[in-house]
């Protein structure tokens, strides 16, 4: 028995090794909070959590093996990872499949992929790559170079169409650019150059992005149409109150009035039936999850971990906030789904591989130190 105790203690040791308890356990109760709300959001499906279980599984064994590879095994995989993830891209506009009227997905035989989850982790470390090896000498022509880099994934996901991810994956990009310096004088003049540009911006869009943007500034101009989406949020949020109306008692969501609510409004979902206190725990969870994140951050050995793992904690921070502020009416719908909660397999792969790589920063900073 003593010896099997033994065994039990080195193996939980082996797999304990460079894990962060401080992420994983934030991580795995917002991962908690998802799969008990997906329940609810796709009426007691429990194949949907079942699959999302799944993909969770294999999430955090790809998240160890991040965590657990040399540093050098992170910058070699930066250029063949973002030159596969443009080639994946390639494939979605030749071959993809569409579902919804976009095409965005890969059939693998076994299920869907979605390639520009892959870019959600390929372009932040490509452009780390890419700075740590300028660092002496970084100027105005290796920004431009990293802005080509960031516009070429960007493109082409646009077009799938896929504003929401497109968006989020160029801010990625452009927190890499910020953290290796480049100036707020540059910034302030992209913002206005993009503010003069609104027009122009505004021919490319499609006519749905339009309505959502029309909407968002007058949401009763089409109820049932083009703001059906963002009424219908603000009616389950609103009605959940202080404390909710209780797990799968939502009547926004099980009386199918509330749309995509096991993916991109799960957190109406949520807060119908958890209340305000519910989505107080749940900010919690993510401010604790992004704090420990930019501790990590700001102890990184090297500029290619700094720039790498910076990337990816305002990355959490942007889809979060983004996905909340979406159902709640402070920003226009843009498709972005929850981190680790909405439904996704691909969604969640990326994101624990993200949690690894911040560990991989982690377990490399103590080993500089000592």
């Not at 700075?131 to 170079?145: C, K, M």
């Not at 799960?266 to 206190?277: C, K, N, R, S």
Request: with cysteine; proline share 4%; aromatic share 10%.
């Amino acid at each position: 028995m003593a010896a099997f105790i033994a065994l039990l203690a080195r193996v939980w040791e082996f797999l304990a090794r460079r894990v962060d308890g401080y992420l994983m356990v934030a991580a795995l109760a917002i991962v908690g909070v998802g799969m008990v709300t997906l329940f609810s959001a796709s009426d007691q499906n429990a194949a949907r959590v079942t699959s999302q279980a799944a993909a969770l599984g294999l999430a955090l064994v790809l998240m160890w093996i991040v965590a657990n590879v040399p540093s050098q095994q992170l910058l070699r995989a930066a250029l063949p990872l973002y030159a596969l993830g443009v080639l994946l891209l390639c494939a979605v506009a030749v071959g993809g499949t569409v579902v919804n009227g976009s095409r965005r997905w890969l059939t693998l035989g076994v299920g869907r992929f979605q390639p520009s989850e892959l870019m959600k982790i390929a372009l932040p470390l490509m452009l780390a790559w890419y700075f740590q090896n300028h660092e002496s000498r970084i100027g105005v022509r290796d920004f431009l170079v990293a802005s080509v880099l960031i516009a070429v994934p960007v493109w082409l996901i646009k077009r799938e169409p896929d504003l929401g991810t497109a968006l989020m994956i160029g801010a990625s990009g452009f927190y890499v650019l910020y953290l290796a310096g480049l100036s707020w004088k540059i910034i302030v003049g992209l913002a206005a150059s993009a503010s003069a540009a609104a027009p122009l911006i505004w021919t490319h869009l499609h006519d749905y992005q339009k309505e959502r943007i029309l909407t968002f500034v007058d949401p009763a101009r089409d109820p049932l149409g083009a703001g059906y989406h963002s009424t219908q949020a603000s009616i389950a949020l609103g009605s959940g109150g202080i404390v909710g109306k209780g797990w799968l008692n939502g009547t926004q969501t099980h009386l199918d009035f509330l749309p995509e609510r096991h993916t991109d409004f799960i957190f109406a979902v949520f807060g119908e039936e958890f209340g305000l206190i519910g989505n107080a725990v749940l900010l919690i969870l993510y401010l604790l999850l992004i704090a420990r994140a930019f501790v990590i951050t700001m102890n990184a050995s090297t500029m290619f971990a700094r720039l790498l793992s910076g990337a990816i904690t305002l990355m959490f921070f942007t889809y979060a906030f983004v996905n909340m502020a979406m159902v709640s009416g402070l920003l226009p719908i843009v498709g972005v789904p929850l981190p680790l909660i909405s439904f996704g397999g691909t969604a969640l792969v990326s994101l624990f591989i993200g949690l690894g790589i911040l560990m991989n920063v982690q377990a490399n900073r103590k080993l500089v130190k000592t």
